[in-house]
């Protein structure tokens, strides 16, 4: 019932920045929450940074200061700005969004999108 499409991602050199986007399509009552996770290879997904429905935000240790995440609801979208990269910021980037349907609630995730950080 519901997709999300991330876009955004690309190479960039350390010190630079990228926006990501997520925008949701299908039958959608509400999302809750927002969320971004990054992957590297070799590595476990993990949790980048979080926004609520009030606007409430939580973000990795490695990534505060750095990183901003936002919402748009009329357009069903989350948005990950991240300035200062490091070549530690590079891997596949996820965004989740904790959604309602007409009938339930559940987690819904993206196809990734690459990000590279490297001179």
């Known amino acids: 019932q519901v997709q999300l499409v991330e876009s955004g991602g690309g190479l960039v050199q350390p010190g630079g920045s990228l926006r990501l986007s997520c925008v949701a399509s299908g039958i959608i009552r509400a999302i809750n929450t927002m969320g971004w996770y990054r992957q590297a290879p070799g590595k476990q997904r993990e949790l980048v940074a979080i926004i609520t429905s009030g606007g409430t935000t939580t973000y990795a240790d490695s990534v505060k200061g750095r990183f901003t995440i936002s919402r748009d609801n009329a357009k069903n979208t989350a948005l990950l700005q991240m300035n200062s990269l490091k070549p530690e910021d590079t891997a596949v980037y996820y965004c989740?969004?904790?959604?309602?349907?007409?009938?339930?609630?559940?987690?819904?995730w993206g196809q990734g999108t690459q990000v590279t950080v490297s001179s």
């Open positions: 989740n969004f904790n959604a309602n349907t007409w009938r339930l609630t559940d987690n819904y």
